[in-house]
């Protein structure tokens, strides 16, 4: 599993801060398909600034897979008790 996913890494990635451990790809194929962890590897190889913006390999990748999936949980938003809606 890790063997097949780390050959998908590229230069960029291999420069990020936090590398993907073995924990972390099984954490990954869990949640995702091979293909999906794949692809997002794909895309972070080609981002320009990578390194700049982006410092764990498997936070990024989570993040771009489960956005991709659609689940945005983390970006939603509740009103809170005092929340006027007329603004």
Sequence with gaps: ???QIWATVGQNVSKMKTQL???????LEK???????EEKLKA????????KKYVSVYLTVNTWCRDYAGDKSKHNFTQTKNYDSTW
């Design 1 to 3: 599993i890790f063997n």
């Design 44 to 51: 972070m190889e080609n981002k320009k600034d990578l390194t």
């Design 31 to 37: 949640k995702y398909s091979r293909e999906l962890i």
């Design 21 to 27: 451990t073995f924990e972390n790809c099984v954490e």
